[in-house]
């Protein structure tokens, strides 16, 4: 009886040592594995962020490489790699055409919709002078092609001679206008804001009578215009907003210094009330001196 006991022991004690050596086995396949995947999903990530980057800097060489006028100061950020901000500078004799535009969501889909828009601008040369015709021909493009995201778009025409400012604008932010002096800064008016592209084709707008329509302005020396998208001024912390807090008395404030002034104090102010980590939109803004 002692015999066979300790042989049934020493029987026990060989097969958990050879389920532990099995275990083991076993484990250590599953770590094998796990480091593969682990090394294939590492190569993919760095494939990832390599293509990313690529369209980042293609994306950037879709916005003007130099402006030539001191007199104009940009501010552009994305959310992320990638974003549906997008804004261009299309020179003509004596005029500037200023655009600027807002995709809805963000990431890649807005990316390639603001290119898009880039190529719909370089097509449309002979509506540039037209504000309204030209939101006309990027619409009739984009209608259908956005996988049902808008655009929200403003473009003016800047005459150096006549110092006007003719524009038309499709469902974007009214831009603001910044005396010179101590007279009060004003929001363009929201009655020229008409429906955004990409949402109707151009019969249908017709035929509700929605037409985007140019309206035009006389500068007054040394005035300014400051143009903006949505991410500047929804911000909010605290239950308010930094529009409606802040933007007009920041305007106000720093519309002594240039125009490229302006825009850096807006910036440092907007991430001042909420850390860009914690932004939720784009950011582009643009100011003009007239």
Known sequence: ??????????????LQIRERKRAETRLKKTMQALESERNILRTKQELFNAELALARSIQQQLLP????????GI????LEELGGDFFDFLEMEDSLGIFMSDVSGHGVP????????????????SAWADPAALLAAVNRTLCGQTG???VTALYGVYDRKRRTFRYANAGH???WRIPAGDAPVRQFADEARAVPLGIWDNEEISRLGKEWKNMELALTPEEKLFFYTDGLVEAEKNGSSFGERHLPQLLARHRA??????????SRA????RADSDSEDDICMICITG
């Open 110 to 125: 807005a990316a390639l919709i603001s290119a898009m828009v880039k190529s719909i601008l370089l097509q449309s040369r």
């Open 148 to 150: 049902g995201n808008y």
């Open 257 to 266: 210094g240039s125009a490229a002034d302006l825009v850096l104090a807006l």
């Open 270 to 273: 907007r991430f001042r009330f």
């Open 75 to 78: 501010f552009f950020r994305p």
């Open 65 to 72: 490489v130099r402006i030539r006028e001191e007199t104009i």
């Open 1 to 14: 009886v002692v015999v066979a006991h300790d042989l049934r022991g020493t029987l026990d004690r060989q």
């Open 173 to 175: 932010p009214s831009p």
